[in-house]
């Protein structure tokens, strides 16, 4: 008697793990949550959040995010999506923040063929021959263009120096599309009068600065990370470097302006979406409903979040099935997607092809100045 | 600008960031000196020193000079509780026992900061008066170059003055020579130890407060690399000399500047560097620049 009873016990419990398996579809996101990176992370969470908030269920099943801290760490983000795939089973990828960061999982997720969504890695590199990886964002030949653009035809500028992190692969790609399109813009090779590096994590930049002041460039062009970069642009206008700053998209967090303070007024950087200037009507309902859940107005992190979600939700529901093999075909055909930060289309290597917006820091906020198209 | 006055500018830079290193070190050597013991929560109790500063500046309404001595003080009873946790249970056991007690401390402290005080970097609200820039000449300079050399150099005193002079600096200083001959005449060992450790994290608080005011960014593993920095400078110049403690400081940090200067190829080295000097003096010096030569006691 007490035999069968364990048997039936151990029937219902296996019955009700499997059924309550099939019933939720779990999608797994690594991002930095903490580390250099952390803000980064944490804003582009907020946006998946909310998203799920907004559509918690696809296919008559409920969707569970699976949120996994990758530490701003290379090694971190690749245990972080084996863990998803090995031990959470899930069916699709959200992340990350930071190319290095997508570009170690890439191997990993392209290996269990678990389709992955970037939300804002824009080096080209994540998806280049990786079937599994997609994004939502631009990527960098055309930021670094935007970029160099700005610096020649809006600030007249005729040389530049250009100090990268050398450990970020965002960074050093970014550097380099920006040294092409700049060469090319001024018709002169010897535009980049100053090429220095450093390292994520670094807090003195004075010998590079002292260097580059050495050179008297026009502007200066130093995409990194948040805090590095707020660093360092306090510690050039300590040195007495009084020209232009120009970075890429990381430069978007709260933190650059509260540690660069009044020396990154007047810094000019490229990003994916503004809440000055919403691009279609999933903006207005994304600003919205983050408006209404944090108070505040959104940042292009959270709203690259939310598309990453949205994008899967419509490619599972459109293919009727949450299969990871099935979403990565629908993935790969993507057209015309809605999103918050523009209309979505994936092209051959999974990249979306969208505008860039150009924002400036003035008075401790970011204010808009400009949308660029995509050429 | 000319080739002396950029000369004279990475020699400044290079001061700047010698004499954080050699503030931090010197609480780093300090312990060693007496205890024989390598605290390697030094830097995370620097780290911590930091964010109790921007806690009582941010957060109550007393003035920041006075937040500035509290903190470090609240960081030195900080210290006194970390070493009646993870070092006194394992006074007496081996010395690597109370190394990994020490690594573990570390970790508990870093990863308690990411609990409580968040990932997401903070700025240090530096004040107004540490926060300007003079020009000589071609040169500019943050007024926070030259106030930290001075704090070095006046802790450097005091604390000189401290160990020789006084009744529980020469007890720290028998302590150091001979611990059980030196509980046996009657010294209070808890208590030189508590004093030490309190003295070693209040210096480390002040270390704090100066990097902060330099370099406004706080992350709970901001103590990492300062303090194996600090910990190599320490070696380099002796460790337990604190005089050793300055000059391995601004070693580090005049190294560290002039590589990036000048082979701007290596930059990415540049923590690398720190460590090849290590290696380097271990091979060369075991006992550092300033060191004495140990003699093991059996």
New interface residues.
């Given amino acids: 008697m007490k035999k069968t009873i364990g048997l039936l016990l151990l029937v219902l419990v296996l019955a009700i793990a499997s059924s309550a398996s099939a019933e939720v579809i779990k999608i797994g996101v690594f991002e930095p949550m903490t580390g250099p990176n952390a803000a980064g992370g944490e804003m582009t969470v907020e946006g998946i959040e909310l998203a799920l908030e907004l559509r918690g269920e696809v296919l008559g099943r409920k969707v569970e995010i699976i949120v996994v801290d990758n530490k701003s760490d290379k090694v971190e983000a690749a245990n972080a999506v084996s863990r998803l795939i090995e031990k959470d089973k899930v069916v699709a990828i959200i992340g990350s923040y930071g190319s290095s960061l997508s570009m170690a999982a890439g191997d990993i997720v392209n290996k269990a063929q678990v389709p992955t969504v970037g939300c804002s890695p824009t080096n080209p590199l994540v998806t280049l021959n990786n079937p599994y990886y997609f994004r939502v964002c631009f990527i960098d030949p055309f930021q670094g263009t935007v970029m160099a653009n700005y610096a020649v035809n809006e600030l007249g500028a005729k040389t530049a120096a250009v100090i990268q992190d050398v450990t970020q692969d965002y960074s050093v790609g970014l550097s380099k599309y920006f040294v092409d399109a700049f060469r090319e813009l001024t018709g002169n090779q010897n535009s980049i009068v100053e090429m220095s590096s450093y390292n994520t994590g670094d807090q003195d930049f004075t010998a590079q600065l002292t260097n580059v002041k050495n050179k008297m460039p026009d502007i200066v062009f130093a995409p990194g990370n948040y805090g590095e970069s707020a660093l360092l642009i306090r510690q050039a206008r300590e040195l007495g470097i009084d020209v232009p700053f120009l970075g890429g998209d990381t430069w978007e967090a709260p933190e650059f302006l509260s540690i660069g303070g009044v020396a990154v007024e007047g810094a000019v950087f490229s990003t994916h979406f503004t809440s000055e200037a919403p691009v279609t009507e999933e903006s207005e309902v994304f600003l919205a409903a983050y408006r209404e859940k944090f108070g505040r107005e959104a940042n292009a992190f959270a709203a690259l979040g939310y598309d990453a979600y949205m994008l899967i939700l419509d490619v599972i529901e459109e293919a009727g099935s949450a299969d990871s093999q099935a979403i990565r075909d629908g993935l790969a055909q993507t057209e015309g997607f809605v999103g918050a930060t523009g209309v979505i289309t994936l092209d051959a290597n999974g990249d979306a092809v969208k505008s860039a917006v150009i924002n400036q820091v003035d008075d401790g906020k970011f204010i808009y100045l400009t949308t660029v198209e995509p050429f | ?1 000319g080739d002396v006055s ?1 000369f004279l ?2 020699l400044t ?1 290079g001061i ?2 010698g004499s954080l290193y050699a503030l931090i070190a010197i609480g780093y050597t300090m312990v060693y000196g007496i205890l024989r013991l390598i605290n390697f929560a030094h830097g995370d109790i620097f780290m911590l020193g930091v964010y109790l500063t921007f806690y009582g500046v941010i957060y109550t309404p007393l003035p920041w000079w006075l937040v500035f001595i509290l903190a470090p003080l609240l960081t030195g009873f900080i210290g006194i509780l970390l070493e009646k946790v993870a070092y006194k249970p394992l006074r007496g056991s081996a010395r690597i026992t109370i190394l990994i007690s020490a690594i573990g401390a570390s970790f508990l402290l870093q990863n308690l900061g ?1 609990v409580i005080f ?6 240090f609200p530096v004040p107004q008066l540490l926060n300007h ?1 003079i ?1 000589l000449g071609g040169v ?1 300079i ?1 007024v926070v170059t030259f106030i930290i050399p001075a704090v070095s150099i006046l802790l450097l005193i005091g604390l000189t003055y401290f160990t020789t002079k006084t009744k529980t600096g020469l007890a720290m200083r028998a302590l150091s020579k001979d611990y059980e001959t030196a509980s046996l005449m009657g010294i209070d060992i808890n208590r030189i130890i508590s004093i030490t450790f309190f003295m070693g994290s209040f210096l480390a608080a002040i270390g704090g407060i100066l990097w902060g005011s330099r ?3 706080l ?3 901001m103590g990492a ?1 300062p303090g194996l920095k600090s910990f190599i400078a320490a070696v380099v110049g002796g460790i337990g000399n604190i005089t050793g403690a300055v000059i391995g400081g601004f070693i580090l940090g005049l190294g ?6 000048f082979l ?1 190829r290596l ?2 080295y ?2 690398a560097f720190a460590f090849v000097l290590l290696i380097i003096i271990l091979l060369v010096k075991p006992s550092g620049l300033m060191g004495n030569k140990v003699t093991e006691k059996v």
């Fill in positions: 600008m950029i500018q990475h830079n700047s960031l990411i968040g990932g997401r970097p903070r700025a820039v020009k500019s943050n370099y406004p960014q992350m709970p593993l690399m560290e500047i002039m590589l990036v200067a701007p930059s990415g540049r923590d």
